[in-house]
C-alpha cells in the first residue's frame, strides 16, 4: 500500500499535513478562532475602559488630565510588556504564553472588581487606579504577538493576510462590545460588573485556547515566508523598525478616537451616552468590515505596501476634514456651520479610516521577520502601537488647553500623514 498522500487543487497542503499529524483539516480555523476571542476579549478591555470616560471620571472624581493619566498607563503597560512578552513566545511557543496571559489577567481584573471600584465607603485613591490599570496593560500584553504566532503558523502564504485581517477584527469587534456595553453597565451597576464581565471574558478566551490551541505540524510551520535577503533577527532588522514605527505612528488618530471620542461628544457636540456608545460601536463595526476586506484584496493582488500607503493618505484627508468641521463650530461660537448631526458621522468615518489597515500591516511584517521571529516582531509594532496608547490620552488633555478640539484633530491628521512615507520601502 502507498504511503504517498496527493493534493488535489481544491485542498490545502496544509489539510493535508493536518491530517497526517492528527489534527482535523480545518483545525487552524479553531486556532484563528481562538486568536479572534483572545484579542476580542483584551480590546474589550484596553478600548471598552476608555469607552467608559465619563461615567469614569464621575465616579472616580477624576479632572481630565487624571483621566488622561488613568488611561494611558493601561496602554503604557501593554507597551512595556510587549516584547518580553513576544521573545517568550518565539521561545516557549504560544499555547504556553496565551494561557499564562489570558489566565493572569483574568485573575487580576477579578482583584479589580472586588477592591478597586467606587463604593458606599469611598473612592480608591488615584494611585491605586492608576497602578491597577498598568498591571492590566502588562499582562494583557501576552495576547497579541502569540496569537499572531499562532495564525502565521497554522496558515500558509496566500491566506495569511485574510487571516490576520479577521484576527484584527478581533480589536474593533471587542472594543464595539465595550463600547456599546460597559458605559451603560458602569452606570447602572457600578465598576464592580465592568471588571467583573472582563474577567469573564478573559478566563473563557484562556477555556478556549486550553482546549484547541496546539503547535502545528512541523511541515505547516516550515512553510512560514521568508524571504530572501531575510535572515536578520527583528531587533537588528532595519526594515522591521521603520514597519514598527509606522504601525505606530499610525496609531496615534485611532487611540485618540479610542480614548477621547466619548469626552468630545459628550462635551462638544453635546450627545448622551447612548448616541456615543452608537458612534464608537459604527466605528468598530466599520473597522471590522474594512479589515476583512482589505486582508482578502492584499492576498489577491500582492499589494500590501501601496494599500498601506493608500490608508495612511485616507486617515490624514478624513481627519484633516473633522478639523475643519470642528473648527467650524468653534470659530461660531457654538452656532455651527453644519449641523451637529454631522460631527459624529465625520468622526466615524475618520476612525474607520484610520483602523482598516491593521491586519495587512501585520501579516507584511511578520513575513519581513521570517520563520521563528514572528513573535517579536510583532510585539515590536505592538510596543510602538501602546507607546501611542500611553502617550496620547496623556497628551489630549494638554492640546485641549492649548488649542482646544480643532488641535486634537489636527493633530490626528498630521500623524496619519507622517506615517505614509514610512510605507514607502520595498514592496
Not at 78 to 86: F, K, Q, T
Not at 287 to 308: C, E, I
Amino acid at each position: 500500500m502507498s504511503a504517498t498522500t496527493t493534493c488535489t487543487v481544491d485542498e490545502p497542503a496544509n489539510a493535508i499535513a493536518g491530517r497526517a499529524s492528527g489534527f482535523a483539516p480545518g483545525h487552524r480555523w479553531k486556532v484563528l478562532g481562538i486568536g479572534v476571542a483572545a484579542n476580542a476579549g483584551f480590546s474589550a478591555t484596553f478600548s471598552g475602559i476608555p469607552a467608559t470616560a465619563v461615567v469614569m471620571r464621575q465616579g472616580y472624581h477624576l479632572g481630565n488630565a487624571e483621566l488622561g493619566m488613568a488611561l494611558g498607563l493601561l496602554g503604557l503597560g501593554v507597551a512595556l510588556s510587549e516584547l518580553p512578552w513576544g521573545l517568550a513566545t518565539d521561545r516557549w511557543g504560544d499555547r504556553r504564553v496565551l494561557l499564562i496571559g489570558l489566565g493572569a489577567t483574568a485573575f487580576w481584573l477579578f482583584l479589580m472588581a472586588m477592591l478597586v471600584v467606587p463604593s458606599g465607603g469611598g473612592v480608591p485613591p488615584m494611585a491605586l487606579v492608576c497602578m491597577s490599570l498598568l498591571v492590566t496593560g502588562l499582562l494583557g500584553g501576552s495576547v497579541n504577538a502569540s496569537s499572531g504566532r499562532a495564525i502565521m503558523a497554522w496558515f500558509r502564504e496566500g491566506e495569511r493576510g485574510f487571516a490576520m485581517s479577521i484576527r484584527q477584527t478581533a480589536v474593533p469587534l471587542g472594543g464595539g462590545l465595550g463600547a456599546l456595553v460597559l458605559p451603560s453597565l458602569a452606570s447602572v451597576c457600578g465598576f464592580d460588573a465592568v471588571f467583573g464581565l472582563l474577567a469573564a471574558t478573559s478566563a473563557l478566551s484562556a477555556l478556549f485556547a486550553w482546549r484547541w490551541l496546539h503547535e502545528p505540524p512541523v511541515d505547516d510551520k516550515a512553510r512560514v515566508a521568508q524571504p530572501a535577503g531575510v535572515g536578520r533577527p527583528p531587533l537588528r532588522n532595519t526594515e522591521v523598525w521603520r514597519m514598527s514605527a509606522a504601525i505606530g505612528l499610525l496609531c496615534f488618530p485611532q487611540v485618540a478616537v479610542l480614548t477621547f471620542a466619548s469626552v468630545f461628544l459628550h462635551d462638544f457636540a453635546g450627545l448622551g451616552t447612548v448616541a456615543t456608545s452608537a458612534s464608537l460601536a459604527a466605528v468598530q463595526a466599520g473597522a471590522m468590515v474594512m479589515r476583512v476586506w482589505s486582508g482578502r484584496f492584499t492576498d489577491r493582488h500582492g499589494n500590501r505596501r501601496p494599500f498601506l500607503r493608500w490608508c495612511s493618505g485616507l486617515s490624514a484627508l478624513a481627519f484633516a476634514l473633522l478639523w475643519l468641521m470642528v473648527e467650524a463650530g468653534s470659530t461660531a461660537g457654538g452656532g455651527y456651520v453644519v449641523p451637529t448631526v454631522l460631527l459624529p458621522l465625520a468622526l466615524v468615518v475618520a476612525g474607520v479610516s484610520v483602523s482598516a489597515w491593521h491586519g495587512v500591516a501585520y501579516t507584511e511584517l511578520a513575513t519581513l521577520a521570517g520563520a521563528g521571529h514572528v513573535g517579536t516582531a510583532l510585539s515590536l509594532a505592538n510596543s510602538f502601537v501602546f507607546v501611542a496608547f500611553f502617550l496620547v490620552p496623556l497628551g489630549i488633555p494638554w492640546v485641549l488647553v492649548l488649542w482646544s478640539w480643532p488641535g486634537v484633530w489636527l493633530a490626528g491628521a498630521a500623524c496619519a500623514l507622517a506615517a505614509w512615507p514610512i510605507f514607502l520601502g520595498r514592496s
